[in-house]
């Protein structure tokens, strides 16, 4: 499992990056051009610029993700349903993208493997956890000798 954990923490702090990365050129920019986005694919969302979506990106794909990516780092219970759900978030925020877009493009793509990549680590992770024994209680006269 620390294959797949180590798979999962790298995967959260990628999303984690890049989404920071972009919401704060989203944020700073919000008329796009800094990522040679044009305003009008915006036409048939509820945003007239990309400030708004720049917060949302920020605070579900860029802290969210790095939050996850802590606890993930050191082991937080119940560290698996957080990994899944961030897959589940990243894999809605790209589906409801596309349909306020009207457009797919590859990185569409890569995004959305990834959020199928955290599932999946998630999933395998919360299985393990709810499978593996747990911690042996000390007793007071045990922990003295």
């Given at each position: 499992?620390?294959?797949?954990?180590?798979?999962?923490?790298?995967?959260?702090?990628?999303?984690?990056?890049?989404?920071?990365?972009?919401?704060?050129?989203?944020?700073?920019d919000?008329?796009?051009?800094?990522?040679?986005?044009?305003?009008?694919l915006?036409?048939?969302?509820?945003?007239?610029?990309?400030?708004?979506?720049?917060?949302?990106?920020?605070?579900?794909?860029?802290?969210?993700?790095?939050?996850f990516?802590?606890?993930?780092?050191?082991?937080?219970?119940?560290?698996?349903?957080w990994i899944?759900?961030?897959?589940?978030?990243?894999?809605?925020?790209?589906?409801?993208?596309?349909?306020?877009?009207?457009?797919?493009?590859?990185?569409?793509?890569?995004y959305w493997?990834?959020?199928l990549?955290?599932?999946?680590?998630?999933?395998?992770?919360?299985?393990?956890?709810?499978?593996?024994?747990a911690?042996?209680l000390?007793?007071?006269?045990?922990?003295?000798?």
């Amino acid at each position: 499992m620390k294959t797949v954990r180590v798979i999962a923490t790298v995967a959260l702090a990628f999303l984690s990056i890049t989404a920071i990365w972009g919401a704060n050129l989203l944020m700073q920019d919000p008329t796009g051009r800094p990522m040679d986005i044009p305003v009008s694919l915006l036409q048939h969302s509820p945003f007239h610029s990309f400030f708004i979506p720049g917060i949302i990106l920020l605070v579900s794909n860029g802290l969210l993700p790095l939050a996850f990516t802590v606890a993930t780092a050191f082991r937080k219970l119940p560290y698996g349903r957080w990994i899944a759900f961030q897959g589940c978030v990243l894999f809605g925020w790209i589906s409801i993208e596309v349909i306020m877009l009207r457009e797919v493009v590859w990185l569409h793509y890569v995004y959305w493997g990834l959020a199928l990549v955290l599932v999946a680590c998630g999933w395998a992770l919360h299985r393990h956890e709810a499978h593996a024994p747990a911690p042996a209680l000390k007793t007071v006269a045990a922990s003295r000798h």
